[in-house]
């Protein structure tokens, strides 16, 4: 269990008094801003929930559930979002959304906004920062303080809470596998989400499947979408490439949109698919052959095992829920659906 820190530990800290510390946290005018934000900081760092917020989340049920999420842009946590509220609203719970905009620091800010609005329980999709950095202890903070919390989609195994995910490792592993057997010899792994749970499952199940063919894999990360195209067509000249695995549908759809552009032809030249059955692939042309997530199953799949939590109705400790997933079929790849 993580220490739980007072305010007589973050007064011994800063050398001041248990009242100074108490004002600071209060924003009292008595105290000079340099010493407020003095406080506040050492309070984040350790992670101080005052004892009365604590006995009042455990005592009191609001039928309030906050939700944390990446980005609002993604057509995933779009539909997440839509399967987290419906589902809620059916079994008598609001919803709460925060932004984390893969900031560990957003995040950390965003679980003391709900614990101020006393929720019952979290469903939190993690930062890319919070997975590239391992830091998860903001989290176990406020699952020690008996706040039941369910990830979904970017998880972690290290914090002991339930999630709700898809198998990326075997669905990218079947998709880079669909494209070599189509006629694709030389196909590589796009990604602009690396540092996420699900680009390291993804990238790993394209590892095994191009080790089972004995083909020499591919890795085109890309960081900036402003320098997208050029990195892109670089990658394309330098190793001749036939079929891209990309990591998500946006930099699917931007992988399409690119070489298109200049002149190559999909799927006759490159093959394309992505993740995420969202509108934008569905309806681009040429339509993006892609990996059907279930974000709205995923979303409604974690607020169900959040409330059960929140009831003590289930038994196990952790609840690992991991979806089988499937490749839906279109124009950016060569007669998958005959395989």
């Known amino acids: 269990m993580m220490q739980k820190y007072t305010l007589k530990d973050l007064a011994k800290l800063l050398n001041v008094s248990v009242s100074t510390v108490s004002k600071s946290l209060n924003d009292s005018p008595e105290i000079s801003t340099e010493t407020r934000d003095r406080v506040k900081e050492l309070a984040l760092l350790n992670n101080y929930i005052p004892n009365g917020m604590a006995q009042s989340l455990k005592a009191r049920e609001t039928k309030t559930i906050g939700v944390i999420i990446p980005n609002v842009l ?3 946590f779009a539909k997440a979002l839509d399967g987290i509220e419906t589902m809620a ?20 800010d965003s679980l003391s906004t709900f614990l101020s609005a006393r929720v019952d329980g979290l469903i939190i999709s993690l930062a890319k920062e919070t997975q590239r950095n391992n830091d998860f202890s903001h989290i176990m903070n406020v699952i020690n303080y008996g706040i039941p919390v369910v990830l979904f989609d970017r998880i972690t195994t290290q914090l002991p809470c339930d999630y709700v995910s898809i198998d990326d490792f075997q669905i990218a592993k079947k ?4 494209m070599y057997e189509s006629g694709c010899e030389k196909i590589a792994y796009l990604s602009t989400i690396y540092d996420t749970s699900v680009d390291f499952h993804r990238k790993k199940g394209y590892l095994a499947a191009m080790k089972g063919i004995n083909v020499k894999p591919c890795i085109i990360h890309i960081k900036d979408y402003g320098v ?20 998500d549908e946006l930099s699917a759809i931007f992988t399409i949109r690119s070489v298109i552009k200049n002149g190559y032809k999909i799927p006759e030249e490159i093959s394309v698919i992505g ?63 005959k395989l």
Do not use: H, W
């Open 74 to 76: 993604d057509s995933f």
């Open 228 to 247: 997208f195209e050029k990195n892109l067509l670089s990658a394309l000249k330098r190793n001749s490439i036939d079929g891209i695995l990309a990591a």
């Open 275 to 337: 993740f995420t059955n969202g509108f934008m692939g569905e309806k681009f042309l040429p339509s993006l052959t892609t990996v059907e997530q279930y974000a709205g199953k995923q979303g409604k799949l974690s607020v169900e095992t959040l409330i059960a939590r929140i009831r003590g109705e289930l038994t196990k400790k952790k609840i690992s829920t991991v979806l089988e997933s499937k490749i839906l079929y279109r124009d950016s790849t060569k007669a998958l659906e």
């Open 89 to 108: 609203s059916s079994l008598g719970y609001r919803i709460i959304i925060c932004i984390s905009n893969d900031s560990t620091k957003k995040e950390a």
């Open 175 to 178: 998709a880079t596998l669909q």
